[in-house]
């Protein structure tokens, strides 16, 4: 307690400031490269700009992650290639447990809380580790979207990501969403688990299943909300941040903000594919961007296009190629009429913040289902690759543009987003100040994790009552039998 | 849009007051008696202070809920009996659906929302009837606990209402469980449904289900939380309002504020077995007040006992009994250590809000079950009217009071119940009006409860596959058996 005394005229004022020391928290942080690092860098700074202290685990070839010593504290990890996969990660935390000199470090930095994403199982070993709770980032965990691992998911209208289903599903493809569910059994055990276990097996206590460690997780701050997802059972210590990264949009450098107004009525188009994707894949990429180009040159409308390639032969003057651009700022930007993306969340949860409807080129991974949630609400229209060309493309453009249903639809969407009862970024730094003041949440998550697979789902109560059941029949139709029997008998002897 | 100036030396100050319909809503309430009407009535004072037209439709026999015209317009209904069955209601809702000039009124009042306590089901049939969104405020619906309606709910750690089970059961525990659970389809399907059926079916469209309306409500107000009920699935449209009733204390009446003070560092112990008994039933009364009176008589410290039998001959001099007791104002009184209580929601809640240790003495519905839920915490002692004398509840008394146990417990989850993002009340009102403002909260709700229950537990595709195992496997033996049979008829022929 800090106890300050002030002389002001003839009144003591007296301050008493109470400190608490979970008001400055001790974050150690196990994030993931790529967009998950951009996602996870927001929550730092956020915890950073109210007060905690942070500390990042990273790879030595780390190639997004940077030192930065203004916000956090870095601590590295050896490794023999980027980090990204289990492989690597297996051998980061290896290497870790080695090192004594490291693991005294981290055993007296009286860490409160280790916020870490999922998608690398790392960050719930280290929790357990240390005796410390754990935060979630997560949209993916080791193995799958993250609901699965803890939130009860009936698969007759839950799809798993890669189907490219809705939560309406027809009988054919139930089946093919509960055959896909049983070959990600097969990631999930043999591909997944075995490393992990076997640092469990090593460095922790003995029966420790690594599975487990992550269902205990005190809470997860799932990157997506229920705008964008499909409704679904959820669990009481899953808080809701989608769209947490989204802000509204700063003026334009002003070379663009003449390129955007000289548009006139007709708006500017912006296309991107992401941090990761500034061209198409080599074998199709001079076909397909001259179709593109040759469809954005037969618009009215102005095209921002970030694009690295050649310069497609069939370019217009109203289209500009970029290496960058400032997509948040152009999404916030009332000129922009139409957006051409990838499906990356980052992107969807943009274009949905600001309420611009979307022309979707999915490529790989989730990027088909995100658009899928847009498409269905009436708010993008999916395109495929494979079929693409200028007509086709041109159509769609122009039906985004001039429907005004996807619009109507996308600023509904954006509505309903914004219209929370507190911003999600706020939401996540609470939940995470909250697991740090409570040492944990262990009110909000279920120990049903804890029990065995045939119990939680109760087969072996309904084994039981089978059994019963099969029993009372059984001994029904012994008895009625016997009974049948005597009494034929009886009249046989009597007639005999 | 209402557009003010006002000069300010020589600023003109705008301001710009933005003005939507939807602020000020128009809301019909189809509330329960009892201290279910406790609670709605305060949702409706919360209402009505944000601008809002309220309507409640009430029983011509309503024992509880009165004309209050400074809150709320009523719409009296005719019924032969005091409401509260479903007969009752049953026999209302009849009445005015056949009264064309209240229902005339009812049409043309354009309401944005129906709110509703699902307990009884005459307000999800006027919602569907009126065509506007629908609010509960809920713990309980028609059939049993609110969550068994709308999320999956794991019999294997979840135990029902009645058991006395917690979310930790043995074999025999999740047995019985299950057991209970098949019980209740009786009370569902044969008690239940077939009079609001039979409603629907005369006043809706056709083939409208009565289950089916209440799983459309948009949102779910649950009176409960996690720090009180057990961690379980959840729904994206519930919003845990429990304990939105509790407020910190008011200054209690001079005369018992004297006597709460004569009781000097012993402190303060009070008992009511909520607002709808005030006595024990008669043929054990006498017997068991006695029993109490002469246990608090050996205490040092105060009792205030609401009671209004014949006064306990064994009743000491640190007793008061009173007919009425400002519960909350006693409960967040410093000097209160102890709660004797029957384990109503609202008491619960009110001690659990202000951190004072319970002793329960539970009588009949869910008491049992809310008290469990603080045992199990280690914040409440339980005793058993069957078992109770002077000796059991002395020693009682004296554990809560003395072993710190109880109190830190409560405490602790005080201050979990009190550090939540939003008050409990502001984020109810917010999301009653977010749903007036949206029409709905339609992409927070699942349409699961529209499919089968054989597709939506999967057991068609299930079926299917099992048919093809089957089918797989049979063909493989017959297959097999034919090759065997040629390969040994093709040998025997050789040999012979």
Redesign the interface.
Known sequence: MCFAMKRLGSTVLTLFVIWHTCDSGNVLVYPIEGSHWINMKILIEALHSKGHSITVLQSDKSWYIKEDPLFYETITLISSFRSGTHDVVYEMVVNMFEDKCLMKKLNESQFDLVLADPGLGAGAILAYYLQIPLVFNVRWTTTGEGHFDI??S????IPLTGTGFT??MT?KQ??KN?LHYFLTFYQKYVLIKPKYQAICDKYLQPKVDFFELQQAADIWLMRAD??FE????????VVYMGGFQCKPSNPLPQDLEVFVQSSGDHGVIIMSLGASVTQFPPDVAADLSDEIAAAFAELPQKVIWRHTGDKPATLGNNTLLVNWLPQNDLLGHPKVKAFVAHGGTNGVQEALYHGVPVVGLPLFFDQYDNLLRLQQRGAAKILSFETLDKTVFLQALQEVLHDPFYRMNMQRLS??HK?Q??KPL??AI?WIE?VM??KGAA??????YK?PWY????L???G??AFMAFTAVFLTVISIRYLFCRFCLKRKMKYE
Chains 1, 2 share one sequence.
């Open positions: 939130a009860p009936p698969l007759s209208y939560d309406k009988f139930r089946l509960i229920f705008v499909f409704p679904r059972p959820t669990m009481p210590n509505r309903l219209d009862p507190m706020d939401q609470f909250f003041r409570h009110h909000l998550r279920t120990e049903s029990m119990a939680y789902h109760s072996d109560v309904i039981f009552l």
